[in-house]
Nanobody, 126 residues
């Protein structure tokens, strides 16, 4: 059983940067691909943001964040980082970290995830 804990959310202004972290425990971390999803206000579904391979060498991003967000991982500290730059109000959402043992590609689906964190709220004001 893998536990994921996100941190780093908060209230920022448009144009600001924020770095989210997700630390894993209870499992063999490097066996999992790691992804971030987000759920905006009033939305029922979680949208794909970014995903990273087990080694960290391959990363895919959603079009909406490409060029602004950077996903990385540290397999020694069992932590994945999402650096978010040039934030806009459209990025306001609860951000969720997720792990998968079998699902990876240019875009990943929430149903392919094995474990989820509780989420961290990012609010971007104008």
């Amino acid at each position: 059983q893998v536990q994921l804990v996100e941190s780093g959310g908060g209230l920022v202004q448009a144009g600001d940067s924020l770095r989210l972290s997700c630390t894993a425990s209870g499992g063999f971390y490097s066996s999992y691909t790691m992804s971030w999803f987000r759920q905006g206000p009033g939305k029922e579904s979680r949208d794909f943001v970014a995903t990273i391979s087990r080694s960290g060498q391959v990363v895919y991003y959603a079009e909406s964040v490409e060029g602004r967000f950077t996903l990385s991982r540290n397999n020694v500290t069992n932590t994945v980082y999402l650096q978010m730059n040039s934030l806009s109000p459209k990025d306001t959402a609860v951000y969720y970290c997720a792990a998968s043992s079998h699902h990876f590609g240019p875009t990943v689906h929430p149903l392919g995830m094995d474990y989820w964190g509780e989420g961290t709220l990012v609010t971007v004001s104008t």
